[in-house]
């Protein structure tokens, strides 16, 4: 049986973080079952349902497995930043948002539907480091959507929690976070 390794690797970082157990990591290519970046929703087309979105998706959701919907699945960060955002937001439940240098751009990285009393209370973190678990399916700490990561990455300094763009000229101010995220090795 061939085995596959996770190398999680953001370019022009200091260190990559190798993950033996990919479907431990909640980046695992596997996991982008249901919105790619850039996928234009709405209730009539979407994979998810019932779907409240309209619009070309900033980011990539990152869904979990069957038997994860009742256990914790932890986030880490894609980057080394401060936290600028750390709130509850609506379409999200809980999100944060980490600045950092992607490239030499400054970025800013949206990480939607995370239990917010998970958050370490610490200001900076580094590429690797566990920022909290994904909240629990249909709660608060979702807004009342699936158990999944949107993982966002916006370019520039200014904080920018939209999840959909209505002109898919738009998608250009955002990264595609597959890009970034993760070479896989078999």
Known sequence: ????????CVFAL???????????????????TKK?????????NSPVEPEVFIGYHTAIDFETFEDEQDVEV??????????????????????????CKINGMDVTVVYGHLDLSSVPLKDNFKFGEFLGYLGDAY??????????????????????LLGYVQDPTELENWINPW??????IN
């Open 1 to 8: 049986m061939k085995k596959i390794i996770t190398l999680i």
């Open 179 to 184: 890009e970034i995220v993760n070479l896989t």
């Open 74 to 99: 932890p986030v880490y960060a894609i980057c080394n930043g401060p936290l600028v955002v750390n709130r509850w937001a609506q379409g999200y439940g809980g999100v944060i948002v980490q600045s």
């Open 36 to 44: 790619e970046f850039g996928t234009y929703v709405e209730p009539g």
């Open 14 to 32: 200091a260190g990559c973080t190798l993950y033996q157990d990919h479907q431990l990591n909640i980046y695992n290519p596997e996991r982008i």
């Open 139 to 160: 709660s608060y700490e979702t807004d009342n959507e699936r158990k999944h990561l949107h993982l966002g990455i916006h370019k520039g300094s200014e904080i920018n």
